[in-house]
T-cell receptor, first 118, second 113 residues
Framework: GAGVSQSPSNKVTEKGKDVELRCDPI?????LYWYRQSLGQGLEFLIY????????KSGLPSDRFSAERTGGSVSTLTIQRTQQEDSAVYLC????????????????FGQGTRLTVV | KQEVTQIPAALSVPEGENLVLNCSFT??????LQWFRQDPGKGLTSLLL?????REQTSGRLNASLDKSSGRSTLYIAASQPGDSATYLC????????????FGTGTRLQVTL
């Protein structure tokens, strides 16, 4: 696609329910990233995919959070048993870099999914 | 710990002014650095990418400079317009963290008529 696409754009869910957030990266981009931005806060790294593998998932805040990527393309971030502190904008980005070849790599972001847990 | 600091946190200027946004980072070992803008309630738009071997990069009214040895980058906006109002984010790619960009907390810019 022309850009990184995320869906849904907005999601309101009740506390305790599970949610799935989807990211469609730019075609041909092997690297995919998930970030979280809480109200008034900076961007917090969650997880990085290279192809279908996740070599860095150090930012996932708890075991309620998981993510997968299939076919080297679409990624899904799943939050189980949502809590109010999970309310945030979840941003996905993709880039063309492979492993350590990063010098001229540019990351592109989607418009984000605004998650509200009530 | 690799950290990114952006100064000022907020800035309000009248239309037409030239302005400079500052970014400093604690580790000079970077692959590159990106500047983004974020409009309220929106995602991030990439403005400029500077590779570690470059000293500056220009796009239209925007000019970004990089002094890797001192851990600094500046974003210069010429002849500011109300449409430039947004939050500007600096993000270096540290070589020790090949998996991710590290973000500063941004500078919130308002350009008034």
């Amino acid at each position: 696609g022309a850009g990184v696409s995320q869906s849904p754009s907005n999601k309101v869910t009740e506390k305790g329910k599970d949610v799935e957030l989807r990211c469609d990266p730019i075609s041909g981009h092997t690297a995919l990233y998930w970030y979280r931005q809480s109200l008034g806060q900076g961007l917090e790294f969650l997880i990085y995919f290279q192809g279908n593998s996740a070599p860095d998932k150090s930012g996932l805040p708890s075991d309620r959070f998981s993510a997968e990527r299939t076919g080297g393309s679409v990624s899904t971030l799943t939050i189980q048993r949502t809590q109010q502190e999970d309310s945030a904008v979840y941003l996905c980005a993709s880039s063309r870099n492979r492993g350590q070849v990063i010098m001229n790599t540019e990351a592109f972001f989607g418009q984000g999914t605004r998650l509200t847990v009530v | 710990k690799q950290e990114v600091t952006q100064i000022p946190a907020a800035l309000s200027v009248p239309e037409g002014e030239n302005l400079v946004l500052n970014c400093s980072f604690t580790d000079s070992a970077i692959y590159n650095l990106q500047w983004f803008r974020q409009d309220p309630g929106k995602g991030l738009t990439s403005l400029l990418l500077i590779q570690s071997s470059q000293r500056e990069q220009t796009s239209g009214r925007l000019n970004a400079s990089l002094d890797k040895s001192s851990g600094r980058s500046t974003l210069y906006i010429a002849a500011s317009q109300p449409g430039d109002s947004a939050t500007y984010l600096c993000a270096p790619w540290f070589t020790g963290t090949a998996s991710k960009l590290t973000f500063g907390t941004g500078t919130r810019l308002q350009v008034t008529l």
